[in-house]
């Protein structure tokens, strides 16, 4: 649906002149919006354990499909044949060891109230279910609901969780024995809220967490016997089970079970009363008035983490390592896995996120790092064979990725990519050969790649449509620049092509989500950000001088970038960097200072609605996708979250603005959108509104985006380029 508001009479009449000469200046583009979105996107690739074949998701113009690749020759080989852009979502996709089958979910997450997306408004609804096809070919299967799964080594079974217990299903029911138990019927019958299942590297036997409120314990059901084993069960909170190589053992995390005061908080809270202990922690009133070391959730010596290693057949246990006293550093640990002979983990005792590992017969008191270098770790994957621990990384380039690979057990970290390329999602091989990555560069949309284990170009084995631009896309070149406060951040300069001196151009803002996000020299490995390069490119291509702002809080530039402070509604601090940029570009001899523009979804919406409430005099429209307009929910002018908020400065927004918002948005309440649009009536703010009927944070429907993306491309010609005011018909009034 689509609605544009009135301006006041006045304001039409003063805004009817045409700079006709701007608009006649300003060149055709080159490709259109629907060229440039057409490729495939790639994402969810994952590789088989005992043969050397990956399989991938396709989002194609709305269409997504599995795809599977196998080695030598790495020939893509459509799996399932979903033929419309109807919103139903792919994602979870696991492959069994033999890489025979592979199994993965259709539909979107539910909401709050256990309603699962339904963005075509089907009268039939939508479910949420794991589906299963053969990577030989056949139609693809349904195989049961459910909201996340773990398949088996051998590909005959996935274990999942429902309602506090562990299920299993047959991924094939044809095959499956008269005497195995229905899906709707748990698996075993457990105390506790029961989940996160793992399979034993031989799918006999299920590793799962028995969560029961003030501790939590590692389960092992043997599906032969069957019968239920509690490792080394104690009074503290158990999590992140990893299965040894050989099947034998497990490894997991113990924090501290919950003090007193914490309990008494629970079971007046958190049990819905009567719950164990809810007597004495009512009665007594225990917890107040206890010294410091009894509220304190620590072991004996001060450490609040340990990993621990037990015997699955037993259940006896040992502590294998934990943290040195007074030290927390190491204390967020998890979750860990069991490569050969070490348990590797992701930390950041510095200022970057890098791997670590200790090992399991020798471990020393501090783990060793197997990262080092100036950047952070952000996708790894696991030789098959436990020797090296494969990463994409940007110490090399901080606005691109590159893969590395190191031994588990430490070593030197080789670079196995270079240049330009943007490689992310490693996949290790088999055959310790190969391995397969998304690739992406400044032209390339992202693909499927192979790599060679030792290092190498990446082999891209993906292709692209006829008649999609590759040539035609700029080269975005990085700017820094520094806020107010003297803080310096990174961005994304496109300019268009043929610019000559003298000449002076529209420009535009973009400004990613998240905030903890990065974009990049090139197409981006998370879907809407993947569109919005694109549609950045599209923008260039036009005739606009584009900049995507990295602002703090955002990922890729350390931790202390990551973490400002005064930020979102405690200060609102990281507006300054879209400030800079704004006044960056104003200052740039060949951009129109009365033509700047800017736009974004959700962090994105927040920081362009704050542009045009804050400094309409420098961005003189904006696009305003699903962003957050009040901090919180004080309407308290002298409150910080509401200083920090767009609708703090509705007095002085007067530039026009295009919010685009669905009505089943999880990540950012639809109200936002509705109370604001009810403020820019209020203070004759002209705005245009498209709304999408039951669909999510970003839109589930490829129509949909070509839809928004059309309508902001329309908005910022008529309101930057031909400077028309925003006339339409009464949106309701």
Same mark, same amino acid.
């Given at each position: 649906?689509?609605?544009?508001?009135?301006?006041?009479?006045?304001?039409?009449?003063?805004?009817?002149?045409?700079?006709?000469?701007?608009?006649?200046?300003?060149?055709?583009?080159?490709?259109?919006?629907?060229?440039?979105?057409?490729?495939?996107?790639?994402? /969810?690739?994952?590789?088989?354990?005992?043969?050397?074949?990956?399989?991938?998701?396709?989002?194609?113009?709305?269409?997504?499909?599995?795809?599977?690749?196998?080695?030598?020759?790495?020939?893509?080989?459509?799996?399932?044949?979903?033929? /419309?852009?109807?919103?139903?979502?792919?994602?979870?996709?696991?492959?069994?060891?033999?890489?025979?089958?592979?199994?993965?979910?259709?539909?979107? &997450?539910?909401?709050?109230?256990?309603?699962?997306?339904?963005?075509?408004?089907?009268?039939?609804?939508?479910?949420?279910?794991?589906?299963?096809?053969?990577?030989?070919?056949?139609?693809?299967?349904?195989?049961?609901? #459910?909201?996340?799964?773990?398949?088996?080594?051998?590909?005959?079974?996935?274990?999942?969780?429902?309602?506090? +217990?562990? @299920?299993? #299903?047959?991924?094939?029911?044809?095959?499956?024995?008269?005497?195995?138990?229905?899906?709707?019927?748990?698996?075993?019958?457990?105390?506790?809220?029961?989940?996160?299942?793992?399979?034993?590297?031989?799918?006999?036997?299920?590793?799962?967490?028995?969560?029961?409120?003030?501790?939590?314990?590692?389960?092992?059901?043997?599906?032969?016997?069957?019968? %239920?084993?509690?490792?080394?069960?104690?009074?503290?909170?158990? &999590?992140?089970?990893?299965?040894?190589?050989?099947?034998?053992?497990?490894?997991?995390?113990?924090?501290?079970?919950?003090?007193?005061?914490?309990?008494?908080?629970?079971?007046?809270?958190?049990?819905?009363?009567?719950?164990?202990?809810?007597?004495?922690?009512?009665?007594?009133?225990?917890?107040?008035?206890?010294?410091?070391?009894? &509220?304190? #959730?620590?072991?004996?010596?001060?450490?609040?983490?340990?990993?621990?290693?037990?015997? !699955?057949?037993?259940?006896?246990? *040992?502590?294998?390592?934990?943290?040195?006293?007074?030290?927390?550093?190491?204390?967020?640990?998890?979750?860990?896995?069991?490569?050969?002979?070490?348990?590797?983990?992701?930390? /950041?005792?510095?200022?970057?996120?890098?791997?670590?590992?200790?090992?399991?017969?020798?471990?020393?008191?501090?783990?060793?790092? $197997?990262?080092?270098?100036?950047?952070?770790?952000?996708?790894?994957?696991?030789?098959?064979?436990?020797?090296?621990?494969?990463?994409?990384?940007?110490?090399?380039?901080?606005?691109?990725?590159?893969?590395?690979?190191?031994?588990?057990?430490?070593?030197?970290?080789?670079?196995?990519?270079?240049?330009?390329?943007?490689?992310?999602?490693?996949?290790?091989?088999?055959?310790?050969?190969?391995?397969? !990555?998304?690739?992406?560069?400044?032209?390339?949309?992202?693909?499927?790649?192979?790599?060679?284990?030792?290092?190498?170009?990446?082999?891209?084995?993906?292709?692209?449509?006829?008649?999609?631009?590759?040539?035609?896309?700029?080269?975005?070149?990085?700017?820094?620049?520094?806020?107010?406060?003297?803080?310096?951040?990174?961005?994304? $300069?496109?300019?268009?092509? =043929?610019?000559?001196?003298?000449?002076?151009?529209?420009?535009?803002?973009? !400004? @990613?989500?998240?905030?903890?996000?990065?974009?990049?020299?090139?197409? @981006?490995?998370?879907?809407?950000?993947?569109?919005?390069?694109?549609?950045?490119?599209? $923008?260039?291509?036009?005739?606009?001088?584009?900049?995507?702002?990295?602002?703090?809080?955002?990922?890729?530039?350390?931790?202390?970038?990551?973490? #400002?402070?005064?930020?979102?509604?405690?200060?609102?601090?990281?507006?300054?960097?879209?400030?800079?940029?704004?006044?960056?570009?104003?200052?740039?001899?060949?951009?129109?200072?009365?033509?700047?523009?800017?736009?974004?979804?959700?962090? =994105?919406?927040?920081?362009?609605?704050?542009?045009?409430?804050?400094?309409?005099?420098?961005?003189?429209?904006?696009?305003?996708?699903?962003?957050? @307009?009040?901090?919180?929910?004080?309407?308290?002018?002298?409150?910080?979250?509401?200083?920090?908020?767009?609708?703090?400065?509705?007095?002085?927004?007067?530039?026009?603005?295009?919010?685009?918002?669905?009505?089943?948005? *999880?990540?950012?309440?639809?109200?936002?959108?509705?109370?604001?649009? +009810? $403020?820019?009536?209020?203070?004759?703010?002209?705005?245009?509104?498209?709304?999408?009927?039951?669909?999510?944070?970003?839109?589930?429907?490829?129509?949909?985006?070509?839809?928004?993306?059309?309508?902001?491309?329309?908005?910022?010609?008529?309101?930057? %380029?031909?400077?028309?005011?925003?006339?339409?018909?009464?949106?309701?009034?």
């Amino acid at each position: 649906m689509r609605v544009r508001e009135w301006t006041r009479p006045g304001r039409v009449l003063a805004c009817l002149l045409v700079v006709a000469g701007a608009a006649r200046a300003q060149p055709s583009p080159r490709f259109t919006i629907e060229q440039v979105m057409a490729p495939g996107f790639a994402y /969810e690739l994952v590789s088989a354990n005992r043969t050397d074949r990956i399989a991938w998701i396709e989002y194609e113009r709305g269409l997504r499909n599995v795809y599977t690749a196998a080695a030598p020759d790495f020939r893509p080989v459509r799996v399932t044949s979903h033929a /419309e852009d109807d919103g139903v979502d792919l994602t979870g996709l696991q492959i069994s060891e033999d890489g025979e089958v592979v199994t993965f979910i259709r539909g979107h &997450t539910a909401n709050g109230d256990g309603w699962v997306a339904n963005p075509t408004s089907d009268p039939r609804g939508a479910e949420r279910a794991v589906w299963a096809a053969s990577t030989r070919g056949g139609p693809s299967w349904r195989v049961v609901e #459910a909201n996340s799964y773990t398949l088996s080594p051998d590909g005959r079974w996935i274990a999942y969780a429902r309602g506090g +217990q562990i @299920h299993r #299903a047959a991924v094939n029911p044809g095959l499956a024995s008269p005497e195995d138990p229905d899906d709707a019927e748990p698996l075993f019958r457990a105390y506790g809220q029961n989940g996160s299942p793992s399979w034993s590297p031989d799918g006999s036997r299920l590793a799962f967490v028995s969560n029961r409120g003030d501790h939590s314990y590692i389960g092992i059901y043997d599906v032969r016997t069957p019968r %239920i084993t509690y490792l080394a069960p104690g009074v503290d909170r158990d &999590t992140g089970p990893a299965w040894s190589p050989d099947g034998t053992r497990i490894a997991f995390l113990r924090r501290p079970g919950l003090p007193f005061s914490s309990a008494v908080n629970q079971d007046q809270g958190g049990r819905g009363g009567g719950g164990r202990g809810a007597a004495a922690g009512r009665g007594g009133g225990r917890g107040a008035g206890l010294p410091a070391g009894m &509220t304190q #959730a620590r072991f004996r010596g001060g450490y609040t983490l340990s990993i621990r290693v037990a015997d !699955v057949a037993t259940g006896e246990g *040992r502590e294998l390592w934990h943290h040195e006293p007074g030290d927390d550093t190491w204390a967020s640990v998890g979750p860990i896995r069991w490569v050969g002979d070490h348990l590797l983990f992701e930390e /950041e005792p510095g200022n970057w996120e890098h791997w670590y590992s200790i090992s399991v017969t020798d471990p020393k008191p501090v783990p060793v790092e $197997l990262t080092p270098g100036e950047g952070f770790v952000e996708m790894v994957s696991f030789d098959p064979n436990g020797r090296y621990l494969y990463y994409s990384a940007n110490m090399s380039d901080i606005d691109r990725r590159d893969l590395y690979r190191v031994p588990v057990g430490g070593g030197r970290a080789e670079q196995l990519t270079k240049g330009n390329g943007i490689e992310t999602y490693p996949a290790a091989l088999a055959s310790g050969n190969t391995v397969a !990555v998304l690739y992406a560069d400044a032209r390339r949309t992202q693909s499927v790649a192979v790599v060679p284990a030792r290092g190498g170009e990446a082999r891209v084995i993906t292709a692209l449509p006829a008649d999609y631009p590759l040539d035609l896309h700029v080269e975005p070149t990085n700017v820094t620049l520094t806020a107010s406060d003297g803080l310096q951040f990174n961005n994304q $300069l496109f300019l268009p092509p =043929g610019l000559r001196a003298g000449e002076k151009r529209p420009a535009v803002i973009f !400004v @990613h989500g998240g905030p903890q996000r990065q974009m990049l020299l090139g197409y @981006h490995y998370r879907h809407f950000y993947h569109m919005a390069y694109g549609f950045n490119q599209y $923008l260039a291509n036009k005739g606009y001088v584009v900049l995507s702002v990295n602002y703090r809080r955002g990922i890729g530039y350390g931790r202390e970038f990551r973490t #400002a402070r005064n930020t979102g509604g405690s200060g609102n601090m990281e507006y300054q960097d879209v400030l800079a940029a704004g006044q960056y570009l104003k200052g740039r001899a060949d951009v129109d200072t009365s033509r700047i523009g800017i736009w974004g979804l959700s962090y =994105g919406g927040v920081l362009t609605a704050q542009a045009l409430a804050r400094n309409s005099e420098l961005f003189k429209s904006g696009v305003d996708l699903a962003g957050v @307009h009040l901090w919180g929910s004080s309407l308290d002018p002298e409150s910080t979250s509401y200083q920090s908020s767009a609708i703090s400065a509705i007095e002085t927004w007067k530039s026009p603005v295009l919010l685009m918002h669905g009505d089943d948005d *999880r990540n950012v309440d639809f109200w936002q959108t509705v109370s604001l649009v +009810q $403020l820019l009536r209020a203070h004759d703010v002209p705005f245009e509104l498209i709304v999408f009927p039951d669909d999510v944070h970003d839109s589930l429907i490829y129509g949909r985006w070509l839809q928004a993306f059309n309508a902001s491309d329309d908005f910022f010609d008529r309101t930057l %380029i031909r400077k028309e005011p925003v006339r339409a018909e009464d949106g309701g009034r």
